[in-house]
C-alpha cells in the first residue's frame, strides 16, 4: 500500500458537519419524469450518512458516489465513481452514482477538456474513498474496542479477525460521521484492485437506450416558455433592425427582440470565445411556434468587417508559409547546412478545412432569473467559468449563481464555449420567465465555434545512407499557431526547425476534438511515409529508428505535453506485433503513431479491397498506452470512437464560407461518415505498465488521419495532401 497525505483536495474531506448528519434522501434528481420504480425505492437507505463530499454511506450498505466532472460521453460518471469504490473497498453493485452539484471547493476541477478527466482527478478521487473507508474502520475501532490497523475491509463489510466481529459499512456510518478526518491514509497497491481494470457498463446506458430523460433538450419545467435565436447571416455582419411587431402577434408568441450577448464591459471568461456578439431572441410557448415565427421574422444586417470568403483562407495561409517567422519555435543544429549536404530532400504541403462540431444534441439550456437568484441548468464542459460570466452579465453576485450539469449529448469542445449559457440566462432575465433556449440544427452549424483551418509545408534532408538528417516544419491556421515545437520528430534529428504563423479571421474559431493534433497528426504522420519511402525503409522501422535517437536525446517536458520516446516506441512495437506487420495480407495497410493528450497511440488501418469511390477500412489494429486502463470496456469505447471520427471527417467534412456566409447548414451539405461506412473490425490493445492513467478521449483521433492517408496510397499510388480527402469533384478509388 501506498501512505500518502491528505493534504490535496483537503477541503473536500473535511467533514461539514451540517451535512454529515444523518438525514432522509430519496435521491437527488431535478428532471422531473426521470422517476425511480417502486422496488429502487424500497430497496433505498433510509438514512443516508455523508463522509465527505465525495460520497454518502446509506444505513442498509448502499453508496451513493459523486461524479464530479460534466458527462460528455467519455464516460467518466462511470469510471470516476469505480476509482472512489476501489479505494473505498466497496462492491460495485452496491454502488449508486450522481452527477456531482457544481462545487470547486469540494471537487477542484470540474471540466470537459483535454482528455484530462481522469489524470487530474486520479489522486483526489483515491483519497475520497480511502478517507472514507479509515474513518468507517475508525468508528468499528472504537466500537469494538480494538485497534483499528487490525481491521480489514472487503465489499463494504468490515472485519476483526481476532475478535470475531464484523460489521457493513451501513452499520458503522453513523458513528463514521463523528471520526476526524484522517490527516494520512494507505493507498491500495496497483496489484489489489478489484474494481480498477474490469468492465463496468455505463450507469446511464439503460437510460439512454430506452429514452429516458438525462439530456438539456429534454428538460421540462412547469411555465416554462421556449426561446431561440436569429444570428447574422455572414460573419462580419451587425444588428440593423427588423420588423418585430409583426411577428409578436403570432400565435403562441410572447416577445421578439434584439440584444447584446456580451455588452461593453463585461469581464469574459476563456470560455466566452465563440458565439456572435448581437442577436434576436425570439420566445414564444413552444419551440414549433418560434419556428415559424423565425420564418416571418425579416432582421436587417449591415456589414461590420471584411466577408471572407475560404478562398481567401487559402491564399492568405499559403503566403504565410512561405514567409520564415522572426523567433523560430525551436531551432536545434544547422538546418540550412544539413539541407545543403543532404543527398535527397522531400518537400509537401497538407491543408485541411475549418470543420464543424455536429454534436447530436444542438446548443441548449435551461434559465430561471429572478431578481433574487438564477437557476440554469443544462449541458455545459466548463460550468465554472460559464458561471462566472453569467454573474457579470446579469449582474448579481457569483454566489447566487446556479449552474447544474446534465448529461452531454456530444461535445468535442463546442460545449467548452458557453455563449449559448449566456443567451439564455440573458432572456430569461429579460422575459422575467423560466426559458429554455434551443437553437436548431442550422442555427448551430452556422455560428461556429469551429475547428480553423490549417496549411503546413514539410522538407525533410536524407544522406545518401537514407538517415533523416534535417526536419523543417512551417505551419499556420485560422486564429491559431498549429505547431507543437517539442514533439516529434524533435529530438529524433539533429537538425530541426519549427516555425509557426496564425492568420486573424473573423470566422470564430475554437478546439474541436485534439485541438490542433486533429490536423498535425495526420500531416505530420503521412509526411513521414514520404520520407520513408525517399529512404528506402519501412515505414513503421523508419519510425522506430528515430525513437532510437530520441531516447538519446530527449526534449520537453512530460509534465507540460511533451512525449516519452520509450513509451511512444513502445505503442509501435505493440502494434507492430498485433497486426502482423509485414506479412502480406493482400490487402493496403497504412500505419502512424501520434502522442497527444498525455497518451500514446499507434495504428495499423487496413482497407478493403474493391473498387468504387467510396473508402472502406476493413480493420484496425490499435495499440494505446494511456496508463492505468480504469474500465476497459468504456476505454476501448472511447478508442473505437475516436478513430471512427478521425476516419469520417478526414474523408468527408468541410465547412467553407462565401462573403462570410457558411455554405454548409445542415447534413445535406455537411457530411459525416454513416454506419454503414464504419471499420468492419477492429482491435484495441492497452500497454500494461502500472502508471498513472491519462487521457483518452481524444488521443486516438489524430493518428487514424494518417494511417487511413498511408493505407489509400498504398491502395490508389496517390499521396492525399489535402482534407477532406473524398470530394464530389475528386472520388479516392477508381
Keep these: 500500500m501506498t501512505l500518502v497525505k491528505t493534504k490535496i483536495g483537503r477541503r473536500a474531506f473535511i467533514r461539514n458537519t451540517g451535512l454529515a448528519s444523518g438525514g432522509l434522501v430519496i435521491g437527488f434528481n431535478w428532471l422531473a419524469s426521470c422517476k425511480m420504480t417502486p422496488e429502487q425505492v424500497s430497496n433505498l437507505p433510509k438514512e443516508w450518512f455523508e463522509l465527505n463530499g465525495f460520497l454518502k454511506v446509506g444505513d442498509n450498505g448502499l453508496v451513493t458516489i459523486m461524479s464530479p466532472n460534466p458527462e460528455i460521453g467519455q464516460n467518466v460518471k462511470t469510471s470516476m465513481p469505480m476509482i472512489v469504490a476501489e479505494e473505498l473497498d466497496i462492491a460495485w453493485k452496491d454502488v449508486m452514482v450522481e452527477q456531482a452539484p457544481l462545487n470547486t471547493d469540494i471537487f477542484t476541477r470540474q471540466l470537459a477538456g483535454g482528455s484530462q478527466s481522469i489524470r487530474q482527478g486520479w489522486e483526489s478521487l483515491r483519497m475520497a474513498g480511502a478517507t472514507a473507508k479509515q474513518m468507517l474502520k475508525e468508528a468499528a ?46 493507498l491500495k497497491d496497483n496489484g489489489n484492485f478489484s474494481i480498477i481494470g474490469t468492465d463496468k457498463r455505463n450507469v446511464d446506458g439503460k437510460e439512454i437506450v430506452t429514452g429516458k430523460p438525462l439530456f438539456g433538450l429534454d428538460v421540462y419545467k412547469e411555465g416554462m416558455l421556449t426561446a431561440m435565436i436569429v444570428h447574422p447571416p455572414a460573419f462580419g455582419m451587425k444588428y440593423k433592425g427588423m420588423n418585430a411587431d409583426a411577428v409578436k402577434s403570432m400565435p403562441g408568441i410572447k416577445d421578439v427582440f434584439h440584444f447584446e450577448v456580451y455588452p461593453e464591459g463585461i469581464e469574459k471568461q476563456w470560455s466566452d470565445q465563440g458565439g456572435i456578439a448581437e442577436l434576436v431572441a425570439i420566445v414564444g410557448n413552444s419551440t414549433w411556434e418560434c419556428m415559424q415565427a423565425k420564418k416571418s421574422l425579416q432582421v436587417e444586417w449591415e456589414q461590420d468587417g471584411t466577408a471572407e470568403s475560404t478562398s481567401y483562407h487559402e491564399e492568405a495561409l499559403a503566403k504565410l508559409l512561405e514567409k520564415p517567422s522572426e523567433t523560430p519555435a525551436r531551432e536545434d543544429g544547422d538546418v540550412d547546412a544539413a539541407f545543403k549536404s543532404a543527398a535527397k530532400i522531400v518537400e509537401s504541403t497538407y491543408s485541411a478545412p475549418y470543420l464543424a462540431h455536429n454534436t447530436m444534441e444542438p446548443m441548449n439550456f435551461f434559465a430561471h432569473v429572478t431578481p433574487e437568484k438564477a437557476e440554469l441548468l443544462g449541458p455545459i464542459q466548463t460550468p465554472e467559468f460559464t458561471e462566472k460570466t453569467v454573474a457579470a452579465r446579469l449582474g448579481m453576485p457569483v454566489e447566487k449563481i446556479d449552474i ?62 537514407g538517415k533523416l538528417i534535417a526536419w523543417h516544419v512551417r505551419g499556420a491556421g ?19 526547425l519549427a516555425e509557426k504563423h496564425s492568420l486573424q479571421t473573423n470566422v470564430t474559431t475554437g478546439a474541436w476534438r485534439a485541438p490542433r493534433s486533429n490536423f498535425i497528426a495526420g500531416a505530420e504522420q503521412a509526411f513521414m511515409d514520404e520520407v520513408a519511402e525517399a529512404a528506402g525503409k ?126 454548409q447548414s445542415n447534413f445535406d451539405t455537411y457530411r459525416l461518415i454513416r454506419h454503414a461506412e464504419a471499420p468492419k473490425n477492429i482491435e484495441v490493445h492497452f500497454v500494461d505498465n502500472g502508471i498513472d492513467p491519462t487521457g483518452l478521449g481524444e488521443p486516438s483521433l489524430p493518428p487514424a488521419i494518417a494511417a487511413l492517408s498511408n493505407a489509400l496510397y498504398k491502395s490508389t499510388g496517390r499521396r492525399f495532401y489535402k482534407q477532406p480527402f473524398i470530394t464530389d469533384k475528386a472520388p479516392l478509388v477508381g
Design 478 to 496: 485560422t486564429n491559431d499557431d498549429l505547431i507543437f515545437e517539442n514533439r516529434f520528430p524533435a529530438g529524433a534529428v539533429d537538425n530541426y
Design 141 to 186: 475501532a472504537q466500537t469494538w474496542g480494538v485497534s483499528a490497523d487490525e481491521i480489514t475491509t472487503k465489499d463494504g463489510v468490515l472485519t476483526h479477525e481476532a475478535s470475531g466481529n464484523s460489521a457493513g459499512y451501513g452499520e458503522m456510518a453513523s458513528a463514521a460521521t463523528n471520526i476526524e478526518v484522517p490527516e494520512e491514509v494507505q
Design 404 to 465: 447544474m450539469m446534465t448529461r452531454m449529448g456530444g461535445g468535442f469542445g463546442r460545449r467548452l464555449y458557453g455563449p449559448f449559457v449566456i443567451e439564455a440566462a440573458v432572456i430569461s432575465q429579460k422575459m422575467n420567465a423560466p426559458i429554455k433556449l434551443v437553437y436548431s440544427r442550422e442555427d448551430d452549424m452556422t455560428q461556429g465555434t469551429y475547428r480553423p483551418s490549417y496549411k503546413v509545408k514539410y522538407k525533410a534532408g536524407l544522406d545518401k545512407n
Design 538 to 663: 519501412d515505414p513503421l522501422d523508419f519510425r522506430l529508428e528515430l525513437f532510437d535517437r530520441a531516447i538519446n536525446n530527449p526534449v520537453g517536458d512530460p509534465e507540460s505535453n511533451d512525449y516519452d520516446p520509450e513509451r511512444y516506441a513502445g505503442v509501435l512495437k505493440l502494434v507492430k506485433e498485433k497486426a502482423n506487420w509485414g506479412t502480406d495480407t493482400g490487402k493496403a495497410r497504412g500505419v502512424a503513431a501520434y502522442y497527444c493528450h498525455n497518451s500514446y497511440v499507434a495504428q495499423v488501418i487496413e482497407l478493403e479491397d474493391g473498387g468504387g469511390d467510396i473508402p472502406r477500412v476493413d480493420k484496425i489494429t490499435c495499440a494505446v498506452d494511456c496508463g492505468i486502463v480504469i474500465n476497459p470496456l468504456a476505454a476501448k469505447n472511447q478508442i473505437e470512437g475516436g478513430m471512427i471520427d478521425g476516419i469520417g471527417h478526414s474523408t468527408y467534412s468541410a465547412m467553407s464560407f462565401e462573403e462570410g456566409r457558411p455554405q
